[in-house]
């Protein structure tokens, strides 16, 4: 057919823009490619997590191509890589930008945003009984959470914040968040706490059958109807398991590169890229690179699907 020889050589185009975005390494920085883990402190390297906050758009020769993007919507899951993003102020924030990935209207019962901030910016609260998750991807921010209690946070770091719990985030330079919020799904003598920590003080925990690391982020006690787990995964490995369940994902890829199966489909994917995934879509990842994978990963827990 005539549009054959069209879709090989777009394939080309895309197999040696991966292939390209490897070897530059960290792109934009100019710095080359570093083999060390990013947290080893790979000298001249660029901070934990740049490439999820500057990722590689596309290279050059895509750049010209209109239209394109790697972004994909389906019924049951969504890619929605960094040339997509849509950046507007965030209600009620002070000299905020923020651009929701996932929310209501793609099919999910949470929202996933990014929130910029920079010098003077300042949050607002969530809507009533809606509670909130921040992890900080660049920058800092000072919290303030109920009538005297003050954190300092910065790259790695997040904090839980319980519905209706009066806080602040204030920033004096330039600061990514990624911000995870839902209604709070009340149960019986069920009160979550506000937590605030960073990914290095969780510790590793088992995955039996499987090869890549799990933190937790989160309690798993029945207070916490979500969780959010950072998974690690070293170049070449892959998750056993075809995970097919009722739970719902959103997904940000802080470091690293693979192959995300979602359904039918298979994606490329790289730092900086969002994925949603509704109930019972069969999904699979695999790492490819040279350096691990990282991925921050919201998952409902802890209530009984009927209710």
């Known amino acids: 057919m005539a549009s054959t020889p069209i879709r090989s050589l777009f394939l080309f185009v895309l197999a040696a823009s991966l292939r390209c975005g490897a070897a530059a390494g960290y792109g934009d920085a100019g710095e080359g490619f570093c083999s060390a883990e990013p947290s080893s402190g790979c000298s001249g390297g660029p901070p934990l997590y740049w490439k999820a906050t500057h990722p590689t758009l596309a290279p050059a020769h895509l750049q010209d191509l209109p239209g394109f993007t790697r972004s994909v919507f389906k019924r049951d899951h969504a890619l929605i890589t960094p040339e997509s993003h849509v950046f507007g102020p965030l209600p009620d924030w002070i000299n905020t930008l923020g651009a929701y990935l996932i929310s209501p209207a793609i099919g999910a019962h949470f929202t996933m945003y990014l929130a910029n ?42 904090a839980y914040l319980p519905a209706n719990l009066e806080h602040s985030m204030i920033s004096d330079e330039s600061t990514t968040l990624v911000i995870f919020e839902r209604r709070y799904s009340a149960t019986e003598d069920s009160h979550p706490d506000l937590i605030v920590g960073s990914t290095d003080k969780q510790p590793l925990l088992e ?75 069969p999904q699979w990842y695999a790492a490819l690179g040279k350096t691990r994978t990282r991925y921050l990963l919201y998952k409902d827990v802890n209530r009984n699907p009927l209710i």
């Open 117 to 158: 901030m920079q010098d003077g910016s300042k949050s607002a609260l969530p809507p009533k009984d809606v509670e909130r998750l921040v992890f900080v991807l660049q920058g800092s921010i000072l919290l303030s959470a109920g009538t005297e209690t003050t954190h300092s946070l910065s790259v790695d770091s997040y």
């Open 207 to 281: 995955t039996p059958g499987e090869v890549f690391q799990l933190r937790k982020l989160l309690p798993t006690s029945m207070p916490y109807d979500f969780n959010i787990h950072i998974m690690d995964f070293q170049p070449g490995e892959y998750l056993n398991v075809k995970e097919v369940h009722y739970n719902q994902h959103g997904l940000l890829l802080l470091e690293g590169q693979g192959i995300y199966r979602l359904g039918d489909s298979w994606y490329p994917v790289q730092a900086g890229d969002t994925i949603w995934m509704a109930p019972f879509v």
